[in-house]
């Protein structure tokens, strides 16, 4: 994570998501304006990517829906995480609350609408 703190990014795409709201946006059209405004951050590597998508699945959990978009990558990141392979760039206490927020979007999934 050259560019961005671990908080950093999170306030960030917290930020657009409400913004988006304030806006008039549901919770799909933030997701998608998150997913627009972020693209680069996305594409800088696998810490951001899963920083970015575990926080915006999230976001939308929260209100009830989970983009289908979201969620085909949200599930393959839950599937395939490893607290130690993040742990050296993170740090360990960011690598932990990424953690608990994975194991948290994991359990929401199971009670969430997955909207197309």
Partial sequence: MQDWEYNEL???????????????????????????ELANVIEE???EKTIFYICLAHLQIDKGVLSSRIYEVVDSIVQVYDIDRFGNELGFD???????????????????????
């Fill in 10 to 36: 999170i306030e960030y795409v917290d930020e657009v998501f409400i913004n988006s709201i304030n806006d008039g946006l549901n919770a799909l059209q933030a997701g998608g304006r998150c997913l627009y």
């Fill in 45 to 47: 590597g696998d810490t």
């Fill in 94 to 116: 960011d690598a932990k609350d990424l953690s608990e927020r994975i194991e948290s979007v994991k359990t929401k999934l199971q009670t969430v609408a997955i909207i197309s």
